[in-house]
């Protein structure tokens, strides 16, 4: 069974870091495509990060450009959103989602497979 478990969100105050994890198993393939997206009530969710499981490239909305960095452990099957500097825009409810094709975000249905969120505050 194909499961995504998301964890590490907590409240913070502006200027702090967090690290989510996204536990991933039931994969048959070493390396997935993995994004980050993030939702607000009212909002749309939007994508944050994501790395791409051909080879690894990595992509950011500019929101996160030069504060946020994606990883992934294949040993742990868990990749990693690394996020600095964070301020009280990036609060929301943070997920990450499995797609079997790239980064394309514009499509959220091409992510096929969703963990259930993680709360990110982010205090002034």
């Known amino acids: 069974d194909v499961q995504l478990q998301a964890s590490g969100g907590g409240l913070v105050q502006a200027g702090g870091s967090l690290r989510l994890s996204c536990a991933t198993s039931?994969?048959?393939?070493?390396?997935?495509?993995l994004g980050w997206f993030r939702q607000v009530p009212g909002k749309e969710r939007e994508g944050v990060s994501c790395?791409?499981?051909?080879?690894?490239?990595?992509y950011y909305a500019d929101s996160g450009k030069s504060r946020f960095t994606i990883s992934r452990d294949n040993t742990k099957n868990t990749v990693y959103l690394q996020m600095n500097s964070l301020q009280p825009e990036d609060t929301a409810v943070y997920y990450c989602?499995?797609?079997?094709?790239?980064?394309?975000?514009?499509?959220?249905?091409?992510?096929?497979?969703w963990g259930q969120g993680t709360q990110v505050t982010v205090s002034s």
């Open positions: 989602a499995v797609s079997p094709f790239g980064c394309d975000w514009s499509d959220l249905s091409l992510f096929g497979r």
């Open positions: 039931g994969f048959t393939r070493d390396a997935i495509t």
């Open positions: 790395i791409r499981g051909t080879d690894g490239s990595t």
